[in-house]
């Protein structure tokens, strides 16, 4: 640590002394795929989500960290790089308000590939969606050993409890597929509620074997409370 040129210079040694970087760089990893248009209680997933984004945004201009966006469905939709300012933040925002997906489907596991290549320094990045997809344990595993990974899992109430409402048409918002039910069967609704929460116990299995802090976070509750107890855990 001798900065041996200040040292010849001056006949008396010259020591380095190194300051730990403080800056994080954080990225946002957002789903935009079609099943965000879906809600049944205060917001759709897609406001819980914006909302999510533009609190962790201004956190991070707070904290002078640089912040960038991923936006995803069944393909990388969007990139914007790490930058700092207002002027930043909000452009981020603008385009969580107004932007409309070519696609409709998901694919996290492309999202996190592209996450893995195009930022080189190890990053903070908060991976916002339902999880509505095929097995992306890989994909995740890698990315979380480059960077370091937070899941926000957004849900909604009734994608895990079917109402009693007699014969329903229901469409599924990714492949345009539609079913008629009769939700007034017991038998019925009891099946749909057990695929839920099998679906869900897979997704919080993937999230602890990749070592992935997570949180769910409803559209019918408040999101402040879980992410501090989040926060404070980590």
Same mark, same amino acid.
């Given at each position: 640590?001798i900065?041996?040129?200040v040292?010849? *210079? ?9 300051e730990e970087?403080r ?5 946002l990893?957002? +789903?935009?795929?079609?099943? *965000?248009d879906?809600?049944?209680n =205060? *917001?759709l997933?897609k406001?819980l989500?914006t909302?999510i984004?533009?609190v962790l945004?201004?956190s991070? =201009? ?5 912040i960038g966006?991923l936006?995803?469905?069944?393909k990388?939709?969007?990139?914007i790089?790490?930058?700092?300012? *207002?002027?930043?933040?909000?452009? =981020?925002?603008?385009e969580?308000?107004?932007f409309e ?5 998901t694919?996290?596991?492309?999202a996190?590939?592209q996450?893995?290549?195009i930022?080189?320094k190890?990053?903070?990045?908060f ?6 997809d095929?097995?992306?344990y890989?994909a995740?595993? =890698?990315?979380n ?7 926000l899992h957004?849900?909604?109430?009734r ?8 014969l329903?048409?229901i469409?599924?918002?990714e492949?345009g597929?539609e079913l008629?039910i +009769?939700s ?5 609704r009891?099946?749909?509620n057990k695929?839920?929460r099998v679906s869900d116990?897979?997704i ?20 402040i409370v879980?992410?501090?107890k989040l926060?404070?855990?980590?």
């Amino acid at each position: 640590d001798i900065d041996w040129n200040v040292t010849a *210079r001056f006949n008396k040694p010259f020591v380095k002394v190194f300051e730990e970087e403080r800056e994080l760089t954080v990225m946002l990893v957002i +789903d935009v795929s079609a099943s *965000r248009d879906f809600g049944t209680n =205060i *917001r759709l997933k897609k406001e819980l989500i914006t909302e999510i984004a533009a609190v962790l945004s201004f956190s991070a =201009i707070q904290n002078n960290d640089k912040i960038g966006v991923l936006l995803f469905s069944d393909k990388v939709e969007m990139i914007i790089p790490p930058g700092k300012g *207002r002027k930043h933040i909000l452009r =981020i925002i603008r385009e969580l308000l107004g932007f409309e997906p070519q696609s409709q489907g998901t694919d996290i596991s492309g999202a996190l590939r592209q996450l893995t290549n195009i930022i080189k320094k190890r990053c903070t990045a908060f991976v916002i969606s339902d999880f509505i997809d095929k097995p992306f344990y890989e994909a995740l595993s =890698i990315a979380n050993k480059k960077h370091d990974i937070i899941a926000l899992h957004v849900t909604d109430k009734r994608e895990f409890e079917l109402p009693n409402m007699g014969l329903l048409k229901i469409r599924d918002a990714e492949s345009g597929k539609e079913l008629w039910i +009769d939700s007034s069967s017991k038998a019925i609704r009891e099946a749909y509620n057990k695929q839920s929460r099998v679906s869900d116990a897979r997704i919080n299995e993937t999230f602890k074997r990749c070592g992935v802090d997570s949180v769910k976070l409803s559209t019918d509750g408040d999101y402040i409370v879980p992410l501090m107890k989040l926060f404070k855990h980590r």
